[in-house]
């Protein structure tokens, strides 16, 4: 088992920055593929960004690539996902989850991910 905890949501403004956690416990963190989803109001969740247990491959939604950036520390037990640019669109409940996966396309879908964290609310206003 993997608990996973998120942390770092909030209140923004169009353009401005902010950073999320993941905080890891149970089995092995570095065992796992790390990933991050969002869920709209009313919208399937979906995929944002993925990094690997080794972190030598992350991969990125076309709608986040080159504003969000994955990162993770395995030392730590945790994980990151930093925001930058941020857009209305981007609003979303973002959850951090693991999957024993670790090639794309398998990540981009969210029966990959057998452990998921309760999720942290991300609001940005125009």
């Known amino acids: 088992q993997v608990q996973l905890v998120e942390s770092g949501g909030g209140l923004r403004q169009a353009g401005d920055s902010l950073r999320l956690s993941c905080a890891a416990s149970g089995r092995p963190f570095s065992s796992y593929t790390m990933g991050w989803f969002r869920q709209a109001p009313g919208k399937e969740r979906e995929f944002v960004a993925a990094?690997?247990?080794?972190?030598?491959?992350?991969y990125y939604s076309n709608s986040v690539k080159g504003r969000f950036t994955i990162s993770r520390d395995n030392a730590k037990n945790t994980g990151n996902l930093e925001l930058n640019t941020l857009k209305p669109e981007d609003t979303a409940v973002y959850y951090c989850a693991a999957s024993a996966a670790t090639y794309y396309p398998d990540l981009l879908n969210t029966r990959a991910y057998g452990y998921w964290g309760q999720g942290t609310q991300v609001t940005v206003s125009s």
């Open positions: 990094i690997i247990w080794s972190g030598d491959r992350s």
